[in-house]
Structures are given as C-alpha cells and as structure tokens.
C-alpha cells in the first residue's frame, strides 16, 4: 500500500525557515510527480511546487524564489525547502504523489507563520 506522510511543519516567525518532508513508502521512482499544495483555514487547496521523476519543478508564482523542492532518490523523499516566510504562508501543507493515474495524499503538516 502506497502511504505519503509529510513531516517538518511548525511555528516560525515571519523571514524565518522551514524544511518540510514527504516521506513515501514506495520509490519515489514510480511517481511521475510529486508536489506539495496547501489550505488555509475557509480557503481551496493551492498548487505550491512540483518536481517530476525527471526532476523538472514547477512553482506557483506566490512562492517561486523564496521556496524550492528537491527530492532524495535514495531515502524516498521529497522536500521543500521555505525560506523567507510570511504570515501569508500559514496553512497545512499536503504533499501528493502521483502514479499512473492514482493520487496518493498525506495527511498534511502544519505551518505558522507568525508576524
């Protein structure tokens, strides 16, 4: 059974850091992609940042230059790295992973942003 659990979210002050962490308990090689979106409380889920088994990324324009995903073939991990982080960034995070037509999501951590 494919599971997707996110990791690394917490409360930082705003221009501060975080690492989250997607960890899969499959190879990540047999996702065609993996990317992160997130929710704020009474908003939609939104696209972040998205890094194909090529390795191509993808952000959304509100996070590109301040946020960066990588992965770690060896450990079947995923990773997004924010730095710079505004009180804007505040919601749970969620990290999906696709494969052949199926989507694999985790259950999500917690990221606050303090001003």
């Known amino acids: 059974q494919v599971q997707v659990v996110e990791s690394g979210g917490g409360l930082v002050q705003a221009g501060g850091s975080l690492r989250l962490s997607c960890a899969a308990s499959v190879s990540i090689f047999r996702f065609e992609a993996v990317d992160w979106s997130r929710q704020a409380p009474g908003k939609q889920r939104d696209f972040i940042a998205s890094?194909?088994?090529?390795?191509?990324?993808n952000y959304a324009d509100s996070v590109k230059d301040r946020f960066t995903i990588s992965r770690d073939n060896a450990k079947n991990m995923v990773y997004l790295r924010m730095n710079n982080l505004k009180p804007d960034d505040t919601a749970l995070y969620y990290c999906r992973a696709r494969s052949s037509g199926r989507d694999y999501w985790g259950q999500g951590t917690q990221v606050t942003v303090s001003s």
């Open positions: 890094i194909s088994r090529g390795n191509i990324t």
